[in-house]
């Protein structure tokens, strides 16, 4: 009995919880046009949360490029065909792992940071004080938080392929000595704009809003304690890479599965 | 801000038939309560009776399980959203930690009701801003961060904060606390010359009997979910009520239990049989 007890208990909270999310993200989202009447705010956090992410973004994009033209160079040789270097790296870095890994790297790196900013600010009636001085905290705390992920992701994740693609041409071209000019023309021919750029663009978009949305909902919904925020620190980490890793196989079924 | 006064008759907050739980535990079981315009109420009562609670309540921040509560007229808990915004614009609440925010300066706290509710220009807001702190005895801290003031000092930013809309109703949760005898003494005064000068109405939770009576012209006691005593400190102060005589005279013998609810120690300590 207790177990079933405990099961329909665990079953409900989770259901609130849900219930709770989506009434949030509504919230947010009427919350987000009048944004743009205080611009600043908006700079602000897009600051906060996408140029000061920008340097793992770079480290990390530069690494995972070379990698792949590491991986990619040893398969291709093998059949004569290191001249599509440039094309497999790219088509890697645009399609999948530019928003996948840029997306994951955002919750460690800016998804963390907002839950536990805005837990903070819940515990210590920062939000409270600011419905009493009859400013609503949504639009004024999280709307511009929304706003810096919902822009900087897409940003970062093109930022994260563009450096990668550089690193793959450093090890291919540089170290291993494939032609430059095949690197770049295969490139260009075989990469399309709509059905690979425009794809990928739209997954990072989607991760934007779906990572800016667990992060600041689990701090807005988190318990007011010092081991409450730290849970939900931990379950923002967590519930976006789940969230990006699972949605990524959707999109990807939906976009390139004919 | 533009107000009418309440006349006499009709007090600004009205609450009738409040309750509250707390889980399964009542913390306020049926409290009536009139604050009259332009005066200071005072609500007292030992730690952890819900007087932080009853602001909350008042400021619509936390829902009755039964009752109402009326301010100016408006049920506070019936309103709209808008409305209730509206209200709140007009009540400043000076919280018990204060709830300053912590990425602005103390200036910035202040002005932060300013900024988001009005479009006065910059020199407008840094004299309000200042003149607020300098009531607080705190302009010279005004570019001090919150984490680099002292629990008393944050009170007091708080309380400068509260002020600066110019409401019609303060709300002071245990301002008193944490303070020296001395800036204690020029809160005590502030809290009553705002009250006459801008023709506030203010509500007082606090321990500190002595000082609290001396500025209120109304005061409650809360205990136990219930108001024992209402009445003006000159008729608390005669009253025999056991309630309001231990509450007055700080003892700790009396009806008001210094424990929180619990079993009896020997069942605690003996354990679950
Ligand atoms: N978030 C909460 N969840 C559950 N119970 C709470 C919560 N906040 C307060 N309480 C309970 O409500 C009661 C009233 O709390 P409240 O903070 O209003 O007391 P108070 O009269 O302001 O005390 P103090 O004078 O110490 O500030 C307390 O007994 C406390 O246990
Ligand atoms: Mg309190």
């Known amino acids: ?258 | 801000m533009s107000f009418e006064p309440a006349t006499a008759d009709t007090p600004l907050v009205e609450i009738r038939g409040l309750r509250f739980l707390r889980g399964s535990r009542p913390i306020f079981d049926g409290i009536d309560m009139d604050i009259e315009a332009g005066k200071v109420t005072a609500i007292m009562g030992p730690s952890g009776t819900g007087k932080t609670t009853l602001l909350k309540l008042i400021g619509g921040q936390l829902r009755p399980d039964a009752g109402t509560i009326r301010v100016d007229g408006q049920d506070v808990h019936r309103i709209s959203r808008k409305a209730l915004y509206e209200l709140r614009r007009r009540m400043g609440m000076m919280f018990q930690s204060g709830a300053l925010l912590t990425d602005l300066t103390v200036f910035e706290n202040v002005a932060f009701p300013l900024r988001e509710h009005t479009d006065l220009p910059e020199s407008m807001i840094r004299a309000l801003v200042l003149m607020k702190l300098q009531a607080v005895g705190l302009r010279g801290a005004n570019g001090l961060m919150p984490s680099e003031l002292s629990g008393g000092m944050a009170r007091r930013v708080a309380m400068a904060r509260a002020i600066a809309l110019d409401p019609m109703m303060i709300m002071y949760d245990e301002p008193f606390t944490g303070q020296d005898p001395i800036s204690m003494g020029v809160l005590v005064q502030l809290i009553r010359k705002l009250n006459k000068a801008m023709g506030l109405t203010s509500i007082v939770v606090s321990h500190d009997v002595a000082e609290t009576a001396s500025i209120s012209d109304y005061i409650y006691v809360i205990s136990q979910g219930k108001v024992v005593e209402h009445g003006s400190p000159q008729n608390l102060g005669r009253s025999d009520s056991p309630w309001v005589r231990q509450f007055m005279d700080g003892l700790a013998d009396g009806p008001v239990p210094f424990h929180f609810p619990a079993p009896t120690l020997a069942e605690d300590l003996l354990g679950p049989a």
């Open chain 1, 1 to 258: 009995m207790n177990g079933l007890q405990w099961l329909g208990a665990s079953a409900l909270g989770f259901f609130r919880r849900l219930g709770r999310g989506h009434l949030f993200f509504l919230d947010t989202l009427v919350a987000l046009p009048a944004n743009w009447l205080r611009p600043r705010l908006i700079v602000q956090q897009t600051y906060a949360i996408g140029v000061l992410s920008m340097i793992i973004i770079v480290v990390s994009g530069l690494f995972v490029g070379m990698v792949l033209a590491l991986q990619g160079y040893n398969t291709l040789v093998d059949f004569g065909a290191e001249e599509s270097l440039g094309v497999v790296v790219a088509l890697s870095l645009v399609r999948e792992l530019g928003p996948v890994v840029a997306a994951l790297l955002f919750a460690g790196r800016a998804g963390s940071a907002l839950t536990a900013e805005i837990g903070l600010m819940k515990a210590t009636e920062q939000l409270s004080g600011m419905e009493m001085m009859a400013v609503n905290p949504i639009s004024r705390v999280i709307a511009p938080r929304f706003w810096g992920s919902f822009l900087s992701m897409p940003l970062l994740a093109a930022v994260f392929s563009a450096v990668g693609v550089l690193g793959g041409y450093f090890v291919g071209v540089g170290l291993l000595g494939v032609d430059e000019g095949a690197f770049w023309s295969q490139m260009r021919d075989k990469v399309d704009f709509h059905d690979d750029v425009m794809n990928g663009v739209i997954k990072s978009i989607v991760f934007g809003v779906v990572a800016g949305w667990i992060a600041l909902f689990e701090g807005y919904d988190a318990v007011p304690t010092s081991e409450g925020v730290s849970r939900a620190t931990t379950r923002t980490v967590v519930h976006t890479s789940l969230a990006v890793l699972g949605l990524d196989f959707i999109l990807t079924a939906l976009m390139f599965g004919e």
